[in-house]
C-alpha cells in the first residue's frame, strides 16, 4: 500500500522487529500533507513502484526458505543432541541446545511475515496473533543474541583451561542458571512487544504495528529509545563481548610455545574464530545500522529524506532477510562444523537411507542359515590348500598356524 505520509511514531513489525522505522507498513494516508510537503517542498515524489512490489515478493520466497531450512537444521541439532545425551555434560552443548530451541520458535514465525509481505503488508490474523508473533519474534532475536554471546565466554573459559592443560570440570549447574537468566532476560527485553502490539486500519487495511501512547507527543521519542535497546542489547555490547573473547583467546594461543601438532590446532581454532565473528557482523550489521539511522531520525537529530525512505524501501528488505538467514547458520556454524556431529549426522543418514533388507517371507536369520545348510550340495571335503604368507606362516581354510618357537 502506497500512503502519503510516514509516521515516525509507528513502528511496522514487518519481517520482524529489528526495523529502524516501519518498513513499509508506517506508510499511512493519515493526514492531507503530500511527499512534497513533508520533504520541504522536495521535488522527489516517486517513492513507491513496482520495484517494492518486486522486492516484497521476494522477500516472502525467502522467508519461506529460511524458515524450512532453519527447520531442519535446527531439529537436525535438537535430534543429536538428545540421541548422543551431549547436552547435559557441557556448558557450551547446552547453550548450543537452547540456541536451537530459540531458532526454531524464531523460523517458525517467518510464514507470518511472509503472507505479510506477500499482501502489501496487510495482516490477517487479528490482533491476538500480531502481538503473539510480534512478541515471540522479538523474545526470541533477544535470546538468539545471548546465548551465542554466552557460548563465546563459554568456549574462551574451555579452551584456555584445555590449553593450559588443566582439567576443568563443566559446571552444567551454573550453566542452566545462565540459561534461566537469558530466557528471563530475553522475555523481559521483549516485552514493549507484548504491550504495545496492535493492528491499525489504514486505508481500510489492518496493519500489524508496535504503536506506542501518544502523550504530548512523546511516542516517537519512546520508540527511537526502544530501538536505541534493541541496538545496544541486540548488536553493540554482544559483538564486544564476543570479539573480547575470542581476541583474548586468540592472544592466548598465540603467545604460546606450542609444537606442530598445537599449531595446526591453533590454525583451525583461528580459522572457527573468524567464521564465528565474520558471520554476526555481516548478518547483524546492516540491519542494524539502518535501525541506528532510524533512531537518529526519530530523535530529530537528522532530518527524514528521501535518501532514508528509500534505503528503507528497498535495502532494509535484504537486510532483514540478511538477519534472518543467521538462524540458518547457526546450526552449521556451531554444532555441525564439529567431527563427532558429522560422524553421528552421516551415521543417521545412512541408516535412513540403506534400511536392512529382509527376505520376502518371514524368515529369521538362524532359519535362513538352517535353510542354506540344508540346500548346499554333498561333496567331498576340501584338502586344506596351503597359501603364500610370511615365512613360518600356514593358512589352513582361512586360519592361520604359526609354528612354535623352538628356541
Request: proline letters at 4%.
Amino acid at each position: 500500500m502506497s500512503g502519503e505520509f510516514v509516521d515516525k511514531s509507528y513502528e511496522g513489525s514487518v519481517g520482524i522487529i529489528y526495523a529502524a522505522t516501519s518498513n513499509f507498513s508506517c506508510v499511512f494516508n493519515t493526514t492531507n500533507r503530500s511527499y512534497s510537503d513533508y520533504f520541504h517542498h522536495s521535488d522527489k515524489t516517486d517513492f513507491v513502484g513496482d520495484g517494492a512490489a518486486v522486492v516484497r515478493i521476494i522477500i516472502s520466497i525467502i522467508y519461506s526458505l529460511v524458515c524450512a531450512l532453519g527447520l531442519v537444521g535446527n531439529v537436525l541439532v535438537l535430534y543429536l543432541m538428545k540421541s548422543k545425551q551431549v547436552w547435559k555434560k557441557s556448558s557450551i552443548n547446552l547453550f548450543v541446545t537452547s540456541l536451537a530451541v530459540t531458532d526454531i520458535q524464531f523460523v517458525l514465525t517467518l510464514p507470518f511475515w511472509a503472507v505479510e509481505n506477500a499482501l502489501d503488508f496487510t495482516w490477517l490474523f487479528g490482533k491476538a496473533m500480531c502481538k503473539i508473533v510480534s512478541y515471540v519474534t522479538a523474545m526470541n532475536m533477544y535470546a538468539s543474541v545471548f546465548f551465542l554471546t554466552a557460548m563465546s565466554v563459554a568456549r574462551y573459559s574451555s579452551l584456555v583451561s584445555a590449553l593450559k592443560g588443566r582439567r576443568r570440570r563443566p559446571h552444567c549447574c551454573s550453566a542452566r542458571c545462565i540459561t534461566v537468566f537469558i530466557w528471563f532476560a530475553a522475555v523481559s527485553a521483549a516485552l514493549p512487544h507484548a504491550v504495545f502490539s496492535t493492528t491499525v486500519t489504514v486505508s481500510n487495511e489492518d496493519l500489524c504495528l508496535v504503536k506506542f501512547p501518544e502523550t504530548n507527543g512523546t511516542a516517537q521519542f519512546w520508540l527511537g529509545l526502544y530501538h536505541s535497546q534493541k541496538v545496544l542489547l541486540g548488536f553493540v555490547v554482544p559483538l564486544g563481548i564476543i570479539s573480547a573473547c575470542y581476541l583474548l583467546l586468540l592472544r592466548f594461543i598465540t603467545s604460546k610455545n606450542i609444537n606442530t601438532s598445537s599449531a595446526k590446532r591453533r590454525a583451525k581454532i583461528t580459522r572457527s574464530v573468524t567464521i564465528v565473528v565474520l558471520s554476526f557482523f555481516l548478518c547483524w550489521l546492516p540491519n542494524q545500522a539502518l535501525t541506528a539511522w532510524g533512531i537518529l531520525i526519530k530523535l530529530n537529530v537528522v532530518h527524514f529524506s528521501y535518501e532514508y525512505y528509500t534505503t528503507q524501501v528497498y535495502v532494509f528488505p535484504v537486510s532483514v532477510c540478511l538477519a534472518h538467514s543467521n538462524s540458518c547458520l547457526n546450526p552449521i556454524l556451531y554444532c555441525l562444523m564439529r567431527r563427532e556431529f558429522r560422524k553421528a549426522l552421516k551415521k543417521l543418514f545412512w541408516s535412513m537411507t540403506s534400511p536392512t533388507i529382509r527376505p520376502i517371507t518371514a524368515t529369521t536369520k538362524q532359519e535362513v542359515n538352517e535353510q542354506e545348510q540344508v540346500l548346499a550340495p554333498v561333496s567331498a571335503p576340501e584338502e586344506p590348500s596351503v597359501l603364500f604368507y610370511p615365512p613360518g606362516a600356514v593358512m589352513y581354510n582361512d586360519r592361520r598356524d604359526l609354528p612354535q618357537n623352538n628356541t
